[in-house]
Antibody, heavy 124, light 107 residues
Framework: EVQLVESGGGLVQPGGSLRLSCAASGFTFTDHYMDWVRQAPGKGLEWVGRARDKPNRYTTEYAASVKGRFTISRDDSKPSVYLQMNSLKTEDTAVYYC???????????????WGQGTLVTVSS | DIQLTQSPSFLSASVGDRVTITCRASQGISSYLAWYQEKPGKAPKLLIYAASTLQSGVPSRFSGSGSGTEFTLTISSLQPEDFATYYCQQLHSFPLTFGGGTKVEIK
């Protein structure tokens, strides 16, 4: 059974840092790209970023709203994906989901499995 | 960035109704579009990918169509478990973006 379990959320002050983890099981982690997506309370979904796999040199992509502050990494040996969040702002308050991407034709990838999410609250 | 506009943002329907949700992209995205269902307190669930491909395990009453800039999600006969919020997402180019959501409620 595919499982993605996020952890590391909590309350942090503006300007602070937090590291989210997403532990994967039930599938071959090394075969998949991984995305992070967030949802602010009462709001819609927002894509945060992507971590590609080893053949693609673990390259990453980020939303403009987090670029330079957030870093996505992965450890295939764990297997886990991480979201390091620095210089946090109140507008980063959200439930953060990690997602597994499945490859489809024509170099397209779609999030076919989502974790249950972890809540990050940025407040003084 | 590619903007996705969903309409309507809210709809009220009855069990058995045919429901159509539209997603319009600000520029052409070929068929790089997905649809998700979200229920309160749960993670989003992939329904449709590549604009019209039904994800494994999703009931056949869900269907997707479109390409370029206009897409639709159709529920042929609304069931009680389908009352939820639906989102489209473009996966054509970075940054990936979502539509604003359509909340489907019971009439």
């Amino acid at each position: 059974e595919v499982q993605l379990v996020e952890s590391g959320g909590g309350l942090v002050q503006p300007g602070g840092s937090l590291r989210l983890s997403c532990a994967a099981s039930g599938f071959t982690f090394t075969d998949h790209y991984m995305d992070w997506v967030r949802q602010a309370p009462g709001k819609g979904l927002e894509w945060v970023g992507r971590a590609r796999d080893k053949p693609n040199r673990y390259t990453t992509e980020y939303a403009a709203s987090v670029k330079g502050r957030f870093t996505i990494s992965r450890d295939d040996s764990k297997p886990s994906v991480y979201l390091q969040m620095n210089s946090l702002k109140t507008e980063d308050t959200a439930v953060y989901y990690c997602t597994r991407l499945m490859y489809h034709a024509s170099s397209s990838y779609y999030p076919d499995f989502w974790g249950q999410g972890t809540l990050v609250t940025v407040s003084s | 960035d590619i903007q996705l506009t969903q309409s309507p943002s809210f709809l009220s329907a009855s069990v058995g109704d045919r429901v159509t949700i539209t997603c319009r992209a600000s520029q052409g995205i070929s068929s790089y579009l997905a649809w998700y269902q979200e229920k309160p307190g749960k993670a989003p669930k992939l329904l449709i990918y590549a604009a019209s491909t039904l994800q494994s395990g999703v009931p056949s009453r869900f269907s997707g169509s479109g390409s370029g800039t206009e897409f639709t999600l159709t529920i042929s006969s609304l069931q009680p478990e389908d009352f939820a919020t639906y989102y489209c997402q473009q996966l054509h180019s970075f940054p990936l973006t979502f539509g604003g959501g359509t909340k489907v409620e019971i009439k």
